[in-house]
Nanobody, 121 residues
Framework: QVQLVESGGGLVQPGGSLRLSCAASGSIFSINAMGWYRQAPGKQRELVAVITSGRSTNYADSVKGRFTISRDNAKNTVLLQMNSLKPEDTAVYYC???????????????WGQGTQVTVSS
């Protein structure tokens, strides 16, 4: 019953910026980690960035120095600030969250519906 809603995707020119947002809602006891994945046409889904409840972060090598992930634990929200965008960043971006359910304290792993990011001139 944990659902994720993403927003902020769109079309930008190379070198431009976008900010993605993902809000988790539902029966949540705690969220251990939230992250962003992306999938380009003909490519496998890959991890872009992840942040834990302790706010430690991990980034794909291809986005280090350009993307920044952050979260608001109280609001169960994760943000991805994307700067200096390149055409190869074009993909559908998916939000992911995993943690403990608020109903029975079992584990959950939920995905958002995806938001399209297109970088083109």
């Amino acid at each position: 019953q944990v659902q994720l809603v993403e927003s902020g995707g769109g079309l930008v020119q190379p070198g431009g910026s976008l900010r993605l947002s993902c809000a988790a809602s539902g029966s949540i006891f705690s969220i251990n980690a939230m992250g962003w994945y992306r999938q380009a046409p003909g490519k496998q889904r890959e991890l872009v960035a992840v942040i834990t409840s302790g706010r430690s972060t991990n980034y794909a090598d291809s986005v280090k120095g350009r993307f920044t992930i952050s979260r608001d634990n109280a609001k169960n929200t994760v943000l991805l600030q994307m700067n200096s965008l390149k055409p190869e960043d074009t993909a559908v971006y998916y939000c992911n969250a995993e943690g403990r359910s608020g109903t029975y304290h079992g584990t959950f792993n939920s995905w958002g519906q995806g938001t399209q990011v297109t970088v083109s001139s």
